[in-house]
């Protein structure tokens, strides 16, 4: 399974940015996808899953109404569109491919326990 995360960069507080992870090697709409980031010196934080078949979504409260997970299944990709962004959303952000099809063990999928292929990340920056 690869998995590529895309659409990182440099923008300004109030900005808008959409990720993208497109995924390979594996029946993408069997499992659900989720979006993890990394703050320097800080450990990898839950922001969002989405189920596989797109119907269900979970967000962490730091980014819930801001953030909106979505996927193509026919183009085995997932999304993670992030608006109102604040620096504390400055990160390393990685996509995911879970356990799970879908969000029945939310328990385990807010943690990278609830995952088996990761993605190589992308560097997302808010300056104020």
């Known amino acids: 399974v690869q998995l590529q995360a895309s659409g990182g960069g440099l923008v300004q507080a109030g900005d808008s940015l959409r990720l993208s992870c497109a995924a390979s090697g594996r029946t993408f709409s069997s499992y659900s996808m989720g979006w993890f980031r990394q703050a320097p010196g800080k450990a990898r934080e839950f922001v969002g899953v989405?189920?596989?078949?797109?119907?269900?979504?979970k967000y962490a409260d730091s980014v819930k109404a801001r953030f909106t997970i979505s996927r193509d299944n026919a183009k085995s990709t997932v999304y993670l569109q992030m608006s109102s962004l604040k620096p504390e959303d400055t990160g390393v952000y990685y996509c995911?491919?879970?356990?799970?099809?879908?969000?029945?063990?939310?328990?385990?999928?807010?943690?990278?326990?609830?995952?088996?292929?990761w993605g190589q990340g992308t560097q997302v920056t808010v300056s104020s």
């Open positions: 995911a491919m879970s356990l799970f099809s879908g969000l029945e063990h939310t328990e385990l999928m807010i943690t990278t326990s609830g995952y088996d292929y």
């Open positions: 989405v189920s596989g078949s797109g119907d269900d979504t």
